[in-house]
C-alpha cells in the first residue's frame, strides 16, 4: 500500500501532499475528539433528569424504556474527513484526445468552504432493521503542482511521459463537490448499553459531481457545471448515543465512485438546470463536445453529527 501512495511522487511534491494529509487526518481526529466529549458531556448532564423520571415513564408507558431503539423516523445532518486514495483519471474524445495520467493523489479540504457535509432521512421498520437515503457532499481535487505519469495524445498530439499536472490541466476537481446520493438498508447491532446503539449499512446509488475541468492551453473552453456521472457505493458501521429525543452519532464510511463525467466545456449554473440541459443532450444523441472523464474515487470516510428521532403516535 505504501507503494502505491507514493508512486509518481517528487521529493518535494510529496512532502506537499504528505502535509496536506497529514492536516486532513489531524483535524478529522480532532473534530472526532470534540464530537466525543460534547456527546458525552449530553450524556452526563442527561442522565440525572432521565433517572429521575424513569419511575414515571415505567409507570406512564406500561415499562417502556423510550430511550431504547424502536419504530421510528430520523433526520440526520453530519460533517467530516475523508481520506481519497490515488487513482489514475483518464480524458477520451474520440477521434482527437485519448490519454491518462497518474496516480492523481486526490486531496480534500474538508473544513474549507465549500466543507465536507451531509444529510440522511432514514426510517427504522422494528428497531433492528431500516433503510434510508444519505446525501454526501464531499470533495476531490487533483493537486496540479504535482508531477504524475502521462501516457496517450491530446488534439493528436503525443504527451510527455511525465510532467506536472498543470503543465497540461489547469483545473481539476470535483469540489462543489464529490456528490454522492445513496439509499442505504441498516442493521442494529446488540447495544453496549441503555444509550449506545452500534449499527451497521450498506448502500449504492448515484453520482451528482459538479465537474471542473480545464486545459493550460485553453485550446477549449472549460467544463464547470453539475452532471450525472456514474453508479456509486457505500459500507458504514457507527454508534449512535441515544438521549431523549436526538441521537449523536459517529460513523465509518468507505465509499466508492465510479466517474464518467461529459466535458460539456460549458459554465452551468443550479443543480438540476444542468441535469435538464444533460438529459436533453441524451434525448438529442448529441455527444459531449470535450469527451469524458473517467475515473475512481475510492474513501476512508469518518463523520459525526446530530440526528432528530421522531417516534410514532402511540
Known amino acids: 500500500m505504501t507503494g502505491l501512495l507514493t508512486i509518481g511522487w517528487r521529493a518535494d511534491a510529496g512532502a506537499r501532499i504528505g502535509g496536506r494529509r497529514l492536516f486532513d487526518i489531524v483535524t478529522s481526529a480532532a473534530a472526532a475528539l470534540a464530537l466525543c ?16 423520571a424513569g ?31 490515488p487513482t489514475p483519471a483518464r480524458i477520451l474524445d474520440p477521434g482527437q484526445t485519448d490519454f491518462t495520467m497518474g496516480p492523481v493523489n486526490w486531496y480534500t479540504k474538508p473544513f474549507r468552504n465549500p466543507i465536507y457535509y451531509g444529510a440522511r432521512v432514514a426510517h427504522w421498520f422494528n428497531g433492528k432493521t431500516g433503510a434510508g437515503i444519505d446525501f454526501i457532499h464531499s470533495k476531490a481535487i487533483a493537486p496540479l503542482d504535482e508531477e504524475t505519469n502521462f501516457s496517450g495524445t491530446r488534439n493528436g498530439q503525443e504527451l510527455p ?38 449499527y451497521v449499512g450498506a448502500g449504492a446509488g448515484i453520482l451528482l459531481p459538479h465537474t471542473e475541468v480545464g486545459f493550460t492551453d485553453k485550446a477549449e473552453p472549460r467544463t464547470y457545471e453539475y452532471n450525472y456521472a456514474g453508479p456509486a457505493a457505500q459500507a458504514l458501521f457507527g454508534f449512535e448515543v441515544r438521549l431523549a429525543k436526538v441521537s449523536f452519532f459517529i460513523e465509518y464510511k468507505f465509499t466508492y465512485a465510479d466517474y464518467e463525467a461529459p466535458l460539456s466545456e460549458v459554465d452551468g449554473s443550479w443543480l438540476f438546470l444542468d441535469l435538464y440541459r444533460q438529459v436533453t443532450r441524451w434525448f438529442a444523441n448529441e455527444p459531449p463536445p470535450g469527451g469524458h472523464i473517467t475515473t475512481t474515487i475510492a474513501s476512508h470516510q469518518v463523520v459525526g453529527g446530530l440526528a432528530v428521532r421522531i417516534a410514532p403516535g402511540r
Open 37 to 52: 466529549a460534547a456527546t458525552m458531556a449530553s450524556v452526563l448532564e442527561q442522565s440525572r433528569v432521565d433517572s429521575e
Open 161 to 198: 511521459p511525465r510532467a506536472r499536472i498543470r503543465d497540461i490541466i489547469n483545473k481539476l476537481e470535483f469540489s462543489h463537490g464529490h456528490n454522492m446520493l445513496l439509499f442505504n438498508g441498516m442493521l442494529r447491532l446488540p447495544n453496549l448499553g441503555p444509550r449506545v446503539s452500534p
Open 55 to 85: 419511575s414515571t415513564q415505567q409507570n406512564t408507558d406500561g415499562g417502556r424504556d423510550t430511550i431504547a431503539p424502536g419504530r421510528e423516523s430520523v433526520i440526520a445532518a453530519f460533517t467530516g474527513a475523508p481520506y481519497h486514495y
